[in-house]
């Protein structure tokens, strides 16, 4: 069973950088046709999509985000990451680490991780 794990500080302040990590586990992030992606819930609204990885490293961004977000992976960790810089109050959520099979719609990915709340003050 493929199990997400997201790891991170709980408290960044503004105009920092938030760097975040997902470990996963049961299932190689290389898996052929595997995506994996981050979205983050804040308080009182839905999920927005932060972009993801493909299995062979291609990256897929959001425009809206592309000038603070960056997405990498490790390979050998069996890890991939979100970097997200200038935070401000407004990136306070719920961040998700999310993955499997390529689909349009984020909720229908199999894989979850169980989140992290990111706060963002000073």
């Known amino acids: 069973q493929v199990q997400l794990q997201e790891s991170g500080p709980g408290l960044v302040k503004p105009s920092q950088t938030l760097s975040l990590t997902c470990t996963v586990s049961?299932?190689?992030?290389?898996?052929?046709?595997?995506?994996w992606n981050w979205v983050r819930q804040p308080p009182g609204k839905g999920l927005e999509w932060m972009g993801g990885?493909?299995?062979?490293?291609?990256?897929y961004d959001v425009p809206s985000l592309k000038s603070r977000a960056s997405i990498s992976r490790d390979t050998s960790k069996n890890q991939f990451t979100l970097q997200l810089s200038s935070v401000a109050p407004e990136d306070t959520a719920v961040y998700y680490c999310v993955g499997g099979l390529w689909t349009t719609n984020v909720y229908e990915y199999d894989y979850w991780g169980q989140g992290a709340q990111v706060t963002v003050s000073s």
């Open positions: 049961g299932g190689s992030i290389t898996t052929n046709g595997y995506y």
């Open positions: 990885i493909g299995y062979r490293g291609n990256i």
